[in-house]
């Protein structure tokens, strides 16, 4: 069965700095994501992770995927305040339905 | 245009009582799906669909029922309300077996009083 573990569960940054957020799976899976939810809002897609060594970048947000170590990470750099939110990781098999982490949530301040 | 949508947005009943949410998507996938997210957060799959066809069917209580008339369409009933339901309720869709990700509805936030 596959599940999926984060941490931190919450991550209280500074403005300037820079986190990570970690993603551990247990089984194999085909692919991992990452989503972002505001508050009260759904879900948004901001990476699709395929295969080992993959690293994909949007803006400040950096993700990366170990498929040998079953890690996903999450790096955030220079953290701002419109980073604020939570972050979930999920990862399936093909056609399957998402399993998610307990997500991140971020709170950035001055 | 809004890719997966979902009604009613807020749901406010009392136990006992039966209701529906509806979800549809106008990308031309052919899985939907019906997400949980309780109030921790925590998001869980309950139901899958294929082509109008259940795949994904989670330990759920027989009160929740999904059905599909068609791929673009999929919606959810529940009997019986009780207290613990209240949560948000997410739809999401996506071609099956693809590389691409499930995109989600705005939710459905229920509560049961």
């Known amino acids: 069965e596959l599940k999926v573990e984060q941490n931190p569960l919450f991550l209280s940054m500074q403005e300037g700095k820079n986190y990570t957020i970690y993603c551990n799976y247990s089984t194999t899976s085909d692919r991992l994501y990452w989503y972002r939810q505001d508050p009260g809002k759904s879900l948004e897609s901001l990476f699709v992770?395929?295969?080992?060594?993959a690293v994909k970048q949007e803006g400040r947000l950096m993700a990366s995927l170990d498929t040998k170590a079953r890690l996903s990470t999450l790096h955030i750099t220079a953290a701002v305040h419109d980073l604020s939110a939570t972050y979930f990781c999920a990862a399936n098999q093909a056609g399957t339905a998402l399993i998610f982490g307990k997500g991140t949530t971020l709170s950035v301040s001055s | 245009d809004t890719a997966v949508s979902q009604t009613p947005k807020y749901l406010v009943t009392q136990m006992g009582n039966d209701k529906s949410i509806k979800c549809e998507q106008n990308l031309g996938h052919d899985t939907m799906y019906w997400y949980k997210q309780d109030s921790k957060k925590f998001l869980k799959i309950m139901f899958s669909?294929?082509?109008?066809?259940?795949?994904i069917n989670e330990t759920v209580p027989n009160r929740f029922s999904p059905k599909s008339p068609d791929k673009a369409h999929l919606n959810l009933h529940i009997n019986s309300l009780e207290l613990g339901d209240s949560a948000v309720y997410f739809c999401?869709?996506?071609?099956?077996?693809?590389?691409?990700?499930?995109?989600f509805g705005p939710g459905t936030r229920l509560t049961v009083l």
């Open positions: 999401a869709s996506q071609y099956r077996g693809s590389y691409n990700e499930q995109f």
């Open positions: 669909y294929n082509n109008k066809e259940l795949i």
């Open positions: 992770l395929l295969s080992n060594g």
